[in-house]
């Protein structure tokens, strides 16, 4: 039986991460390792300082192992200490797109399957472009478009490995979807906000900081373009290969699109 590790970096009481396991508790033997609080905007980062704990618990009807660590630090003790091997790394569905290499290079979601691809594991990362988890819960329009998708991308990647070339796939949904909405292969834009710095000061004269930013015109032809301003779903193939010079593989293309074609015809059976 296939093992499957459902992660994410909204921590273990997240609805994006029930959602995910309970569309995928039939397709293997599937663990959730979670960290036991929000760790947005980890990215890789992993923890050197203090030692790591875990815990175990039943939530909702399924046992969880929680975390004090990074997603990076969860996918680390899975596959080293508490699941051993599994065949594929599924994580989020996380609250927030995360579109554009802004978003992806600091994102925890990104960083766990990045980290599990550094392990030598295919990892597919969930996001949608929500601000809580009520919005993603009981959504009754996006749910069904969100379950199709995951399970259709899980099991292609089960039975016919990563497309060569990737290493990891970044899914991105919008926030609401049409009828007729699709999937699409595109990548990653190179910026999705104007970063900015808010200076405030607190009771007793000291200077403070909050980061944040504008949303830009997204470029065309990218994930942030396809979520934020068509409504589609963003197909993302990442590769953890940032060299600027030597040998690269090949991307298997025929691979990527074929995966999408399965996606929107999973998509297009459930709406007949």
């Known amino acids: 039986m296939v093992k499957i590790l459902v992660t994410n970096d909204d921590g273990i009481y997240s609805p994006g991460l029930r959602m995910l396991y309970e569309y995928v508790k039939d397709l293997g033997e599937v663990y959730v390792v979670a960290p036991e609080t929000p760790k947005s905007a980890s990215g890789l980062g992993i923890t050197l300082h203090k030692p790591l704990r875990v815990s175990m618990m039943d939530l909702c009807g399924f046992r969880v192992y ?14 080293l200490e508490i699941t051993g091997r599994v065949d594929l790394v599924l994580s989020g569905i996380n609250i927030g797109d995360n579109t554009s290499m802004q978003v992806i290079l600091s994102s925890g979601t990104l960083g766990a399957a990045f980290q599990a691809a550094l392990l030598g594991i295919p990892a597919i990362a ?3 472009d929500v601000e809580s988890g009520d919005e993603l819960e009981g959504n009754e329009e996006l749910e069904p478009i969100l379950r199709t998708i995951v399970r259709e991308s899980a099991t292609y990647v089960l039975r016919n490995g990563m497309p060569g070339g990737v290493d990891v796939i970044s899914i991105n949904f919008p926030r609401k979807v049409s009828r007729d909405v699709k999937v699409k292969l595109v990548r990653a834009s190179k910026l999705k906000f104007s970063e900015k710095i808010d200076v405030r000061v607190d009771p007793r004269g000291g200077k403070y900081y909050w980061l944040f930013g504008s949303l830009i015109e997204p ?17 993302t193939p990442l590769t953890l290969d940032m060299n600027a010079i030597g040998p690269r593989e090949e991307v298997d293309v025929g691979g990527l699109n074929r995966l999408v074609d399965a996606l929107n015809t999973a998509l297009s059976r459930i709406r007949s």
């Open 66 to 79: 929680a975390t004090s660590g990074t997603p990076s630090d969860t996918i680390y003790l899975a596959a």
């Open 126 to 128: 969930y996001s949608v």
């Open 219 to 235: 470029e065309e032809g990218t994930d942030t373009y396809v979520v934020h301003r068509e409504g589609n779903i963003a197909l």
